[in-house]
């Protein structure tokens, strides 16, 4: 199989090839091609890739091209890992916001918002060229923000572009083990949006472990996102939310500790990778070596500001290790090339799923995976305040579909101003001014 990464030169490529490696069965992968815009990445990336397969006999032959239709013909899978505007785009998202007071996180409020009115026009524009060029692939879609990007792609490619994300993954984990269950026998029931989702229920033969933990506050401070969330809040809820909802319900905190950090998480990954990708271009510099020291960094800072508002201290060892998307990715490949049949949690159409949303609007939660694709598991209808976040923040995404769509500057407005996070029509005027000052890719909206 033929398996295309769009956006080959970035960081985090060599997590997926490390899970391809580790794959010895009949109908694996047995090409990777790379594309990417950037030369120099595309070239320290390969780099890395080299000396991972040193030793693996039968290793992924891996191809590197800044030709899109070259790397898409004849693509079973492909895999969206772009950044539009690079990190620097990322860093400038999140100062334009935080100089209004707003989260400018790379997902969550005005920094997601600005990332998807940058993204969309581009995930649209790839989404029609693959249909074109390969119309039998299937599309993993890991591009945050994830939820958007692989509803706009959907427009183009129906059910064929499937989102992946780590973090439900991660929590699922997390609280199996701390409930001592084998993490691959458990059902993890979780629902929401990218980013925005909640473990309502974990059961292990039947029984449903969630009540045993939520009952027992040594155990919810055992774990990442008890000590994120505390004990008594969780037990509010009577469920545990994704990491991301912390900007949510602790959402003054976490913009002050943003404001007072030394610098912004876009600016940090910036000038880390930025040494990275420079130590690269020496030819004698051990690629894998550096690759990996660079990663432990920077899994070791995930989410810092965060836990600092919290005192949840540093993240364990058990969370820093690799085991996320990329091997949501390979389950994922597995079990369409070879109807392995198998449940992974994934950003798919609601398709009746979630009453409160229409049925083209992209959900993530629990799906059994064949051959035909991923089919959303149904579930238990969602608790009002949910309720609220979920259809308050669709609203948003929908907004942010219609200004990509139409280049309306008023649709932008709206997306911002409706968003929990920013709340304010005076404050979403002065974004998208600030925004489109900073970003010369969303020079589009010039519409009404």
Same mark, same amino acid.
């Given at each position: 199989?033929?398996?295309?990464?769009?956006?080959?030169?970035?960081?985090r490529?060599?997590?997926?090839?490390?899970?391809?490696?580790?794959?010895?069965?009949?109908?694996?992968?047995?090409r990777?091609?790379?594309?990417?815009?950037?030369?120099?990445?595309?070239?320290?990336?390969?780099?890395?890739?080299?000396?991972?397969?040193?030793?693996?006999?039968?290793?992924?032959?891996?191809?590197?091209?800044?030709?899109?239709?070259?790397a898409?013909?004849?693509?079973?899978?492909?895999?969206?890992?772009?950044?539009?505007?690079?990190?620097?785009?990322?860093?400038?998202?999140?100062?334009?916001?935080?100089?209004?007071?707003?989260?400018?996180?790379?997902?969550?409020?005005?920094?997601?918002?600005?990332?998807?009115?940058?993204?969309?026009?581009?995930?649209?524009?790839?989404?029609?060229?693959?249909?074109?060029?390969?119309?039998?692939a299937?599309?993993?879609?890991?591009?945050?923000?994830?939820?958007?990007?692989?509803?706009?792609?959907?427009?183009?490619?129906?059910?064929?572009?499937?989102?992946?994300?780590?973090?439900?993954?991660?929590?699922?984990?997390?609280?199996?083990?701390?409930?001592?269950?084998?993490?691959?026998?458990?059902?993890?029931?979780?629902?929401g949006?990218?980013? *925005? @989702?909640?473990v309502?229920?974990? !059961?292990?033969? =039947?029984? /449903?472990? %969630?009540p045993? $933990?939520?009952?027992? #506050?040594?155990? *919810? @401070?055992?774990?990442?996102?008890? !000590?994120?969330f =505390?004990? /008594?809040? %969780?037990?509010? $809820?009577?469920?545990? #939310?994704?990491?991301y909802?912390?900007?949510?319900?602790?959402?003054?905190?976490?913009v002050?500790?943003?404001?007072?950090?030394?610098?912004?998480?876009?600016?940090?990954?910036?000038?880390?990778?930025?040494?990275?990708?420079?130590?690269?271009?020496?030819?004698?510099a051990?690629?894998?070596?550096?690759?990996?020291?660079?990663?432990?960094?920077?899994?070791?800072?995930?989410?810092?500001?965060?836990?600092?508002?919290?005192?949840?201290?540093?993240?364990?060892?058990?969370?820093?290790?690799s085991?996320?998307?990329?091997?949501?990715?390979?389950?994922?490949?597995?079990?369409?090339?070879?109807?392995?049949?198998?449940?992974?949690?994934?950003?798919?159409?609601?398709?009746?799923?979630l009453?409160?949303?229409?049925?083209?609007?992209?959900?993530?939660?629990?799906?059994?995976?064949?051959?035909?694709?991923?089919?959303p598991?149904?579930?238990?209808p969602?608790?009002?305040?949910?309720?609220?976040?979920?259809?308050a923040?669709?609203?948003?995404?929908?907004?942010?579909?219609?200004?990509?769509?139409?280049?309306?500057?008023?649709?932008?407005?709206?997306?911002?101003?409706?968003?929990?996070?920013?709340?304010?029509?005076?404050?979403?005027?002065?974004l998208?001014?600030?925004?489109?000052?900073?970003?010369?890719?969303l020079?589009?909206?010039?519409?009404?």
């Amino acid at each position: 199989m033929k398996l295309t990464i769009l956006g080959g030169g970035g960081f985090r490529v060599p997590l997926v090839y490390g899970a391809l490696l580790g794959d010895h069965a009949e109908g694996r992968v047995s090409r990777v091609t790379l594309y990417d815009t950037d030369a120099d990445r595309l070239t320290a990336v390969a780099r890395v890739l080299r000396e991972q397969a040193g030793g693996v006999a039968d290793a992924p032959e891996t191809v590197a091209t800044d030709d899109l239709d070259e790397a898409l013909r004849g693509a079973d899978f492909v895999f969206s890992a772009i950044r539009v505007g690079g990190l620097e785009g990322r860093a400038a998202d999140e100062r334009v916001a935080l100089d209004e007071g707003v989260l400018g996180q790379e997902t969550v409020g005005a920094g997601g918002i600005a990332f998807g009115l940058r993204t969309v026009p581009v995930a649209t524009e790839l989404a029609r060229r693959i249909a074109r060029l390969a119309p039998d692939a299937w599309v993993i879609n890991f591009t945050n923000p994830a939820g958007l990007v692989t509803e706009a792609m959907s427009r183009h490619l129906g059910d064929r572009v499937i989102g992946i994300c780590d973090s439900p993954v991660g929590l699922g984990r997390r609280i199996a083990r701390v409930l001592g269950a084998d993490p691959n026998l458990a059902w993890i029931d979780y629902v929401g949006l990218n980013h *925005l @989702g909640w473990v309502r229920g974990l !059961r292990v033969g =039947g029984r /449903d472990e %969630l009540p045993r $933990l939520l009952g027992d #506050p040594a155990l *919810l @401070g055992s774990f990442e996102e008890g !000590r994120l969330f =505390g004990p /008594d809040w %969780l037990r509010s $809820l009577g469920a545990v #939310p994704n990491e991301y909802l912390h900007y949510y319900y602790f959402n003054r905190e976490a913009v002050r500790a943003y404001r007072e950090a030394e610098q912004t998480r876009g600016a940090f990954l910036r000038e880390q990778q930025e040494g990275f990708y420079a130590r690269m271009k020496d030819p004698d510099a051990p690629a894998l070596a550096t690759w990996d020291r660079t990663r432990a960094e920077r899994e070791a800072t995930y989410m810092s500001e965060n836990r600092d508002v919290a005192g949840a201290g540093e993240r364990e060892a058990s969370d820093l290790g690799s085991g996320g998307y990329e091997q949501v990715a390979l389950a994922l490949m597995r079990a369409v090339a070879r109807d392995e049949r198998t449940t992974l949690i994934l950003n798919v159409r609601n398709r009746g799923t979630l009453s409160v949303l229409d049925a083209d609007a992209v959900i993530e939660v629990p799906c059994l995976v064949d051959a035909n694709g991923a089919h959303p598991v149904a579930v238990d209808p969602l608790p009002y305040h949910a309720v609220g976040l979920v259809t308050a923040v669709k609203g948003v995404e929908r907004a942010v579909l219609d200004a990509a769509g139409t280049g309306s500057r008023g649709a932008a407005v709206r997306a911002f101003a409706l968003h929990p996070l920013v709340d304010s029509v005076s404050v979403a005027r002065r974004l998208v001014e600030g925004y489109t000052r900073v970003h010369p890719g969303l020079a589009y909206l010039d519409r009404p």
